[in-house]
Structures are given as structure tokens and as C-alpha cells.
């Protein structure tokens, strides 16, 4: 009992602590923020991918230092990359309508921080070309989204707890993992809280909405502990598909994101730095 309150409490601060945080500072927007964001995001996903191949797998690979069966980890992978693919094609269409494009000349990619957010759709409700309540709903709508989509990316911390089920606070992967999510978790947030201060909301009460959106993660997290907990078996197959769905984040979010938010070499010296981070606290 005393683990699940910890990985609750752990699971809470990456989820909750990282949306919130994100909604936070989108209260205090700046438009020189691309450069940042971007070198942030690459480290986020060169620390996931050191997670997912120097722990995750390897252990999935291995679990209790026996062999597993190659094609059962290889089926979770795929499984884990698939379905987390299809729900963020399934968010994008729900939430990229509800805001109306300036003109046809107007970039369908998040190609800047403003894109990213929608603020740069700001200045047209303030004056007075789109109705402020479509960008409210658009924050609503995203924040639902993302929610759904906190679920897989709790299943990944609880996943990787459940390894050393006893002794959490000792379990360098899980708690590395806990604090990339978060991190993850900032622009998302700030996805959710921009659309909904700009349609109108207190920007506090649009911190909190978007600090709610992350409390489903937890709900992931219990589910992926139980479930890695019930035998090797099935410690494999959750550490598994938890691996498959943080690939589809690092390969098909995070990298994309920061290479078209800032075209330079440094995301990918930072991804790989990120790399390295997570190899040395895995290992030292």
C-alpha cells in the first residue's frame, strides 16, 4: 500500500505538476520563448529514448535475468506505438477544426511556439474577426484530449515501477521517466491553457482546468503497476507496450516539434546530450 501512495504521489507531480506548469507559464507568454521550448523538448525526448532502450526493453527483454520471448516484446512494442499513433491522429482531428485558421495562407504546422499554442490566433479575436467562445471551446476541447491521452503516458511510469515493486523511490528508470513526462507535459499544458485565457477564462481557474487534464495520468500509472505486477508475463507485455508508446512520442511529438520550432543543429545535440543524461543516471 505504502508503494501505490508513492507511485500516486510521484505520478501526480509529473502529470498534474507538468500541466499545470505549462498553464502557468502560459500566463506569462513570451514570443522569444521558440528557442527555449525547442532545446527542452529535445532533451525531454533524448532522456525518453535512453529510458526506453537502456531500461524499459532491457528489462522487458529480460525479465527476473531470464531470456523473454523476443517476438512478445516486439508485438508490445508495435502494439504500445500503434495505439498511442492513432489516438493523437484521433486528438488532432478533434481539436484542429475548433480553431478557425486566419487565412488559407496560414500554417496547418506548429512550426513556432504561437502555432504550437494557437496564440498567434490572439490578435483575431481581439479583433473582433472570430468569435472569442470558438477558441474557449478549443481549449476545452484540448484539454479533454489531452487528458485522454495523460492515460498510455501514466501506464509508462507505473509500468516502469513495476519492476521493483518494493522499493520505488530506488527505481532510477521509473523516477526518470516520472520527470521527463513532465517535463513533456509543460507545452501541452500550455496548449490547453492559451485557448482558454484567450476565449475568456481567469487565467488561474485556466491553470487549474489545465492542471486537471493531467490527473488522468495517475489513473494510467495504477493501471500499469497492477497489471506489470501480476506476473513476468505480464510485466513484460506492460513494460512492452509502455516502450512502444514513448517511441511514437519521441519520434512522432517531441523531435518533429522542436526540429520545426527551431531549425538549427542544437535540438539534436541536445536530444543527444539527453541521451547520455539518462544512460549515466541509469547506470551510475
Same mark, same amino acid.
Not at 15 to 22: C, E, M
Not at 110 to 130: K, V
Given at each position: $500500500?505504502?508503494?501505490?501512495?508513492?507511485?500516486?504521489?510521484?505520478? %501526480?507531480?509529473?502529470?498534474?505538476?507538468?500541466?499545470?506548469?505549462?498553464?502557468?507559464?502560459? +500566463?506569462?507568454?513570451?514570443?522569444?520563448?521558440?528557442?527555449?521550448?525547442?532545446?527542452?523538448?529535445?532533451?525531454?525526448?533524448?532522456?525518453?529514448?535512453?529510458?526506453? +532502450?537502456?531500461?524499459?526493453?532491457?528489462?522487458?527483454?529480460?525479465?527476473?535475468?531470464?531470456?523473454?520471448?523476443?517476438?512478445?516484446?516486439?508485438?508490445?512494442?508495435?502494439?504500445?506505438?500503434?495505439?498511442?499513433?492513432?489516438? &493523437?491522429?484521433?486528438?488532432?482531428?478533434?481539436? &484542429?477544426?475548433?480553431?478557425?485558421?486566419?487565412?488559407?495562407?496560414? @500554417?496547418?504546422?506548429?512550426?513556432?511556439?504561437?502555432?504550437?499554442?494557437?496564440? &498567434?490566433?490572439?490578435?483575431?479575436? =481581439?479583433?473582433?474577426?472570430?468569435? =472569442?467562445?470558438?477558441?474557449?471551446?478549443?481549449?476545452?476541447?484540448?484539454?479533454?484530449?489531452?487528458?485522454?491521452? &495523460?492515460?498510455?503516458?501514466?501506464?509508462?511510469?507505473?509500468?516502469?515501477?513495476?519492476?521493483?515493486?518494493?522499493?520505488?523511490?530506488?527505481? =532510477?528508470?521509473?523516477?526518470?521517466?516520472?520527470?521527463?513526462?513532465?517535463?513533456?507535459?509543460?507545452?501541452?499544458?500550455?496548449?490547453?491553457?492559451?485557448?482558454?485565457?484567450?476565449?475568456?477564462?481567469?487565467?488561474?481557474?485556466?491553470?487549474?482546468?489545465?492542471?486537471?487534464?493531467?490527473? @488522468?495520468?495517475?489513473?494510467?500509472?495504477?493501471?500499469?503497476?497492477?497489471?506489470?505486477?501480476?506476473? @513476468?508475463?505480464?510485466?513484460?507485455?506492460?513494460?512492452?507496450?509502455?516502450?512502444?508508446?514513448?517511441?511514437?512520442?519521441?519520434?512522432?511529438?517531441?523531435?518533429?516539434?522542436?526540429?520545426?520550432?527551431?531549425?538549427?543543429?542544437? @535540438?539534436?545535440?541536445? %536530444?543527444?546530450?539527453? $541521451?547520455?543524461?539518462?544512460?549515466?543516471?541509469?547506470?551510475?
Amino acid at each position: $500500500m505504502h508503494s501505490i501512495w508513492l507511485l500516486v504521489g510521484i505520478t %501526480a507531480l509529473a502529470g498534474v505538476g507538468g500541466t499545470g506548469l505549462g498553464g502557468a507559464v502560459a +500566463c506569462m507568454f513570451r514570443k522569444d520563448s521558440d528557442k527555449t521550448v525547442s532545446l527542452l523538448l529535445s532533451f525531454a525526448a533524448g532522456v525518453m529514448t535512453a529510458v526506453v +532502450c537502456f531500461d524499459l526493453l532491457t528489462e522487458a527483454l529480460h525479465p527476473d535475468g531470464k531470456a523473454a520471448n523476443v517476438w512478445l516484446v516486439a508485438c508490445g512494442v508495435t502494439a504500445g506505438f500503434v495505439i498511442i499513433a492513432l489516438l &493523437n491522429e484521433w486528438i488532432d482531428k478533434a481539436t &484542429n477544426h475548433e480553431v478557425a485558421h486566419i487565412d488559407e495562407n496560414h @500554417p496547418q504546422t506548429a512550426d513556432s511556439l504561437e502555432e504550437l499554442t494557437h496564440a &498567434n490566433h490572439l490578435q483575431e479575436h =481581439r479583433e473582433g474577426r472570430q468569435p =472569442r467562445s470558438g477558441l474557449f471551446l478549443a481549449g476545452l476541447v484540448m484539454a479533454a484530449a489531452i487528458a485522454l491521452h &495523460n492515460v498510455p503516458e501514466g501506464m509508462v511510469i507505473g509500468a516502469s515501477f513495476a519492476k521493483t515493486v518494493d522499493q520505488i523511490l530506488t527505481n =532510477r528508470g521509473g523516477l526518470v521517466m516520472a520527470v521527463v513526462i513532465g517535463l513533456h507535459n509543460i507545452p501541452e499544458g500550455m496548449a490547453v491553457a492559451v485557448p482558454l485565457i484567450s476565449g475568456g477564462m481567469n487565467k488561474w481557474h485556466s491553470v487549474g482546468v489545465t492542471a486537471l487534464s493531467g490527473a @488522468p495520468t495517475i489513473l494510467g500509472a495504477l493501471l500499469g503497476f497492477l497489471v506489470g505486477a501480476i506476473s @513476468p508475463t505480464a510485466l513484460v507485455i506492460s513494460l512492452s507496450f509502455a516502450s512502444g508508446a514513448m517511441l511514437y512520442v519521441v519520434f512522432g511529438e517531441l523531435l518533429p516539434e522542436s526540429i520545426l520550432m527551431w531549425k538549427s543543429k542544437l @535540438p539534436a545535440a541536445l %536530444a543527444v546530450l539527453g $541521451m547520455l543524461t539518462g544512460l549515466i543516471i541509469i547506470y551510475l
